[in-house]
């Protein structure tokens, strides 16, 4: 069989292994299965490059299983194959291994497929793992989403699966691999501690969360040790009026000898829906270890996590999004960071449903900032047109 064969095979085939799962997703059946499969085009312009535009696409295919044969077990898994092609596969000799390496945590459970100058082909599981319920007790095995963040924008609390808001096409956002186990004190309370492996003691993580109801707000605690770093953090969830109101803060005590210093990391937020349907959304983040003078540059090659969620050390977000008719919804979301180069990130998006099962995105990203040399320009803009349908 050809590469070419086997790619269509690769995306198309579990379209039509859900198609014949329909009749095991009736309420009496423990199976389910379900996905999606979309296309991503990207244009990037460059000012004042020798390359001005380049062309970056993808082909995207996930698979989501799930099996509960009764009241106690339940086991999860997620298939996400994606087929890459365009002008930056072709100019970065590493970019499969670059893919690769972004999407394990501590077992491989991916593979590269196709790779050969022109296409990559990489299916990695980012969920694979088995529950068990009795009572008030949860227990977790495997590769799974650890959720601490309460924030709509930044999360300094998720310190097992940290994500950029940058990247919007990753709904499911990453997994651990790790135990979990929880204990549910109420109906708005809980106590858990969560284990994640790592390839030695330093690079692990082993940490507890508090969750907890007082004065009409969820609070929650959390403490522990990841990736180097000692941590103790907290959360609040609540309203203001008829406005939303959440925050989150972490300080991280990092090893010493280890090259980095200690870091505190906080943001708080408020959102808004008015009586005509505009959603407004604000937050601002704290990052003690933040620059105060670097380019827009660094949004690029800063390293993600819980303690770096954002590169600088002020950043404020205002978001708006509005829907122009029941099926097209506009949105706008603006990033500000005040230092030396006042860097701007612009997230303007258009999403209609097309169709049951049927939407398409129209989404861009243009950063800014100022120079002595060409004062306030736009260095990079970005446009992203994504068809997506779901099953």
Known sequence: MSKRCRMLVLLWLPLQLAAQADSLTVATSPWELGGYIKN??????????????????FFHHRLNFRYQPGDRWELQAGLRTRLFYGDLVRLNPAYAEQIDAAANDWLDLSRTWVNNGQWVGHSVLDRAFVAYTAQRWELRLGRQRVNWGIGNIWNPNDIFNAFAFTDFDYEERPGSDALRLRYFTGFAGSVELVARAGRSWREGALAGRWVFNRGGYDWQLIGGYARRDWLLGGGWAGSLGN???????????????????????????????????????WGVLYNSNGQTDGSIISLFDFELSARNLYPYRWSTLTQASYPLTPLLNAGLALIYSPNTSHPLFANPSLSLSMAENWSLDLVGQVVMEKSDSQGYHSPLQAFFLRLKFSY
């Open 40 to 57: 991503l085009q990207t244009l990037l312009f460059f000012s004042g490059n020798n390359t001005p535009l380049l062309q970056d696409n």
């Open 243 to 281: 406005a939303g109101f959440k925050g989150e803060w972490t300080y991280f005590y990092h090893l010493p000898a280890e090259g980095q210093r200690h870091n505190l990391a906080a943001t708080v937020g408020i959102d808004y829906v008015f009586g005509s349907g505009l959603y407004a959304n």
